[in-house]
């Protein structure tokens, strides 16, 4: 998690940033200072491959996949080929970090007050990491995913979806000529095709596909509100012209599906946990704030995820309540 905050990537292995190099070097020295830059020839997960040596010392693919994580190239405990170009120049960073921190501690950089402070954050860092990630994995289970989307499901509410045609023109004159048109048996689509002025409609027969009015402009929902299937609506003005709209079918709402929503659940899952445990070690310790309270900016957004939580979270994760399912997507074309 806190090896991918600062660094900036360019060709192959290429991530040289102050902040990127700065981590990868202190937590690569906080390993020697810690005695463990010997050679060790176990795999230290089962199923590891070495898949480098530097100066006799191993790098195992575990290695290289955790730098990929840290890099967000891909999701924790997910696979990564080591035939993989990713691969690969993930392993050339590793190989580039256990150098640097080899020659850091050679010019004995590693004794240094100020690199000390920081070999002390980064182990801080990591053991908080570690900590969280214990305790998500044994809350975020499947049973917990499921729970909640059950109990998600029982809440959401399933509105009726629409699906239509339309036909856009510049003046209600033109809108009724082509109203009575259709009247007299002429196709929607093939008026649509050749007089709509909608450019992201006309095309395919001025189809919206499937649409909750709630999505729409205002003037769509009150002119299709009480809208039965197979009904001519309009003309009515809205922006853009004067519309006709053919309703083709209504339908009750899907319920998004567990996979659909598992993401959204794992991430409220996942911050619940972070939230319960931070509020824990904050009740039970004695912390002393020795600075003034920050002024407000102008424009600043509500409270912050807790500043251990994962990556993933922040900036984006629910507060007190479950994932609601998404709402139909407001411009065509919409679900078929």
Not at 226 to 245: I, N, R, S
Request: glycine fraction near 10%; aromatic fraction near 4%; proline fraction near 7%.
């Amino acid at each position: 998690m806190a090896g991918s905050q600062g660094r900036a990537r360019g060709g192959q292995g290429g991530f040289f940033s102050l902040g990127g190099v700065g981590l990868a070097v202190a937590v690569a020295l906080l390993l020697a200072a810690c005695g463990q830059n010997k050679v060790a020839e176990k795999p230290p997960e089962p199923g590891d491959t070495a898949v480098a040596r530097v100066n006799g010392q191993v790098i195992w693919a575990s290695d290289v996949k955790r730098e990929a994580v840290a890099q967000g190239l891909i999701s924790e405990g997910e696979p990564l080929d080591i035939s993989s170009e990713v691969f690969r120049q993930r392993l050339d960073e590793v190989i580039d970090q256990k150098l640097l921190a080899a020659e850091a501690a050679k010019r004995k950089l590693d004794k240094d007050p100020i690199a000390q402070r920081r070999l002390a954050a980064a182990r801080e860092r990591i053991l908080g990491d570690m900590l969280v990630e214990g305790v998500v994995e044994k809350a975020v289970t499947e049973d917990a995913i499921r729970k909640l989307y059950a109990e998600q499901q029982k809440l959401s509410k399933r509105s009726e979806e629409i699906r239509a045609r339309q036909i856009i023109v510049g003046n209600q004159a033109e809108a009724e000529s082509l109203k009575k048109l259709l009247a007299t048996g002429a196709s929607f689509d093939a008026l649509a095709m050749e007089r709509s002025t909608d450019q992201a409609t006309k095309f395919n027969g001025g189809d919206l596909g499937y649409f909750t009015l709630d999505v729409m402009p205002e003037p769509y929902g009150a002119a299709l509100k009480d809208a039965q299937k197979g009904q001519l609506v309009g003309p009515f003005a809205a922006e853009g012209g004067w519309v006709l709209v053919k309703v083709e079918d209504k339908r009750t709402e899907e319920p998004i599906t567990l996979e659909a929503a598992r993401p959204q659940i794992v991430r409220f899952l996942t911050y619940d946990q972070v939230r319960d445990i931070l509020e824990k070690l904050r009740g039970s310790a004695k912390v002393e704030m020795l600075i003034g309270k920050p002024q407000e900016a102008t424009g600043a957004t509500g409270a912050q995820e807790p500043a251990s939580a994962p990556p993933e979270l922040q900036g984006g994760a629910p507060a007190s309540a479950p994932p609601q399912p998404p709402s139909a997507q407001p411009a065509p074309p919409a679900k078929k």
